[in-house]
């Protein structure tokens, strides 16, 4: 069973920036496509941002692109997510998953965005 660990979320200003991270457990992080999630305070569950296993293809949804970006160490076995120009509705918390996701998630980074 694969193991996430996210890490590095806290509680910043609007226009703020964070950069997530998420260690993943076992020996085939490299064969799999991965992707941020985040949960917000009414518990809907939205796709942030998905990576290929080579890191080459990348998507964004619509309410962070251009201000968020996925990146990932293969030799690390580690996503990252560096968030910029913070918003309110950006609050929320934060999971790594594979792309399409398995049931077992990490116990997620909290992400809180206000003045």
């Known amino acids: 069973q694969v193991r996430l660990v996210e890490s590095g979320g806290g509680l910043v200003q609007p226009g703020e920036s964070l950069r997530l991270s998420c260690a993943v457990s076992?020996?085939?992080?490299?064969?799999?496509?991965m992707a941020w999630y985040r949960r917000d305070s009414g518990q809907r569950r939205e796709l942030v941002a998905t990576?290929?296993?080579?890191?080459?293809?990348?998507n964004y949804a619509d309410s962070v692109k251009g201000r968020i970006a996925i990146s990932r160490d293969n030799a690390k076995n580690t996503v990252y997510l560096q968030m910029d120009s913070l918003k309110s509705e950006d609050t929320a918390v934060y999971y790594c998953?594979?792309?399409?996701?398995?049931?077992?998630w990490g116990q997620g980074t909290q992400v809180t965005v206000s003045s």
């Open positions: 998953n594979y792309l399409p996701h398995v049931d077992s």
């Open positions: 990576i290929s296993t080579t890191g080459r293809l990348k």
């Open positions: 076992g020996d085939d992080f490299s064969e799999k496509n």
